[in-house]
């Protein structure tokens, strides 16, 4: 099974305009079972080949990018976010609404990226989440990370095997939320595991 996007996944940018509107719907829909939000100011997306190919798609279209170094290029910013072997991988969103707040509340997660803080639970175990480096520093973290979820193939099994409860969750200083999964969410992040 191919895990990285090619420059032939990919429809031009002519022939995307033409089906962007029911990609875009299949899209949303599907991602229903793969956004989690945890609390008011973490919005995660769980990412995989499906989800990066209709990035690359919209960045095309935005960007009007016909030439296929700039195409290569984003390819080349999007496929390391592509989740391998007993991996999930997301795409994690500090979310503030308020001008007023954005410093303030983007301080209270410095540290975030250390320790057990975001992880998946079941069956008694925890996997934790591995953040991209270079996001945080002593001082100032960004509101984008990107995160890695490492299994053992026995978690693996134990997370796509359809009787356990598992929840997603953030338990961070004061900053503490849980989600748990539903069976369509436990399929569709299952899915993305390669065999």
Avoid at 110 to 128: C, D, H, Q, R
Avoid at 140 to 149: A, E, L, M, T
């Amino acid at each position: 099974m191919n895990t990285m996007i090619d420059k032939s996944d990919l429809l031009n940018i002519i022939d995307y305009e033409k089906q962007r509107d029911n990609y875009r719907q299949e899209l949303i829909s599907y991602k229903k079972n793969r956004r989690f939000k945890l609390g008011p100011n973490i919005l995660m997306t769980f990412e995989n080949m499906k989800t990066m190919k209709f990035q690359i798609q919209e960045m095309m279209r935005a960007e009007r990018m016909v030439h296929d170094s700039q195409i290569e290029e984003e390819i080349d910013v999007y496929n390391p976010l592509i989740p391998k072997g007993n991996e999930l991988s997301a795409t994690l969103f500090i979310e503030i609404t308020d001008p007023e707040k954005i410093r303030p509340v983007l301080d209270s997660f410095i540290g975030l990226t250390e320790g057990v803080n975001v992880y998946f639970e079941f069956n008694g175990e925890k996997v934790a989440a591995v953040f991209e480096e270079g996001r945080e520093k002593e001082d100032n973290i960004s509101s984008v990370h990107y995160i890695r979820f490492p299994f053992t193939s026995a978690q693996k099994n134990k997370f796509a095997s359809d009787s356990n409860a598992i929840s997603i969750n953030i338990d961070y200083n004061s900053y503490t939320h849980s989600v748990e999964l539903s069976q369509e969410m436990i399929e569709s992040l299952s899915n993305d595991f390669s065999n």
